[in-house]
């Protein structure tokens, strides 16, 4: 079974750029998250999708972040502008629901680097 | 607020030693409970997972983990490590009314030959 996926796995920008990041989950997988992880810290979720809906995004910091999820596949993570304190590991996320009961699988992450 | 803590941030141990890594959350109720490790180079796995039964949970490599309600604690135990166990180990919570994972900070584990 190939896992969750993701692009591009290191990105380096300066701040006030845009960046986006891709994942594919696994497949037949119907919930998606993206989590943010700085460096030292545990993975912190931004956004968790069902299918296409958003389920949590309490923790998205909406005036520069956003997240789209559209056909309920692939997803798209978009920081626009970036800011230095944006540096951090971005990891995407799959799970298929089960009562709550669900094991998150996590992609390789994507590194960002805000200079 | 709903809170995961991990005591050490960084354990170094020699090959054969034994390894307990503490983990406590915040809050009661019912709770999900997850142990994660990222070996260098490579994303986050998961270790083992507590839902419900058994408070004494095997994992992977001879990884287990034990959860003492009364402690609010899921405390992750090897009894002989190895090497290739040098990781960083994160605790996660799930449950508590809130319905998304919580991590701890994570744990660097150094094993030396």
């Known amino acids: 079974e190939a896992g969750v996926a993701q692009s591009p796995r290191y990105k380096i920008i300066e701040k006030r750029q845009s960046v986006a990041f891709w994942c594919n989950p696994i497949?037949?997988?119907?919930?998606l998250y993206w989590y943010q992880q700085i460096l030292g810290q545990g993975p912190k979720l931004l956004i968790q999708?069902?299918?296409?809906?958003?389920?949590?995004d309490s923790q998205l910091p909406k005036d520069r972040f956003s997240a789209e999820r559209l056909k309920g596949v692939d997803s798209t993570l978009k920081i626009q502008p970036a800011k230095l304190e944006d540096s951090a590991v971005y990891l995407c996320?799959?799970?298929?629901?089960?009562?709550?009961?669900?094991?998150?699988?996590f992609g390789p992450g994507t590194r960002l680097l805000v200079l | 607020a709903q809170s995961v803590s991990q005591h050490n941030h960084h354990v170094i141990l020699s090959e054969a030693a034994s390894l307990e890594l503490g983990c406590n959350y915040s809050?009661?109720?019912?709770?999900?409970l997850f142990w994660y490790v990222q070996y260098p180079g490579q994303h986050l796995q998961l270790l083992l997972k507590?839902?419900?039964?058994?408070?004494l949970v095997k994992g992977i490599k001879g990884f287990e983990a034990e959860f003492i309600k009364s402690k609010f604690s899921f405390n992750l135990r090897k009894p002989s490590v190895q090497w290739s166990d040098t990781a960083e180990y994160f605790c996660?919570?799930?449950?508590?009314?809130?319905?998304?994972?919580?991590f701890g900070a994570g744990t660097r584990l150094a094993v030396h030959p």
């Open positions: 996320a799959s799970s298929s629901p089960g009562e709550g009961q669900e094991t998150q699988y």
């Open positions: 999708f069902q299918n296409n809906g958003v389920v949590d």
């Open positions: 809050y009661g109720g019912t709770v999900n």
């Open positions: 497949s037949g997988h119907a919930t």
């Open positions: 996660a919570v799930k449950g508590g009314g809130y319905n998304k994972l919580i």
């Open positions: 507590y839902f419900s039964g058994d408070p």
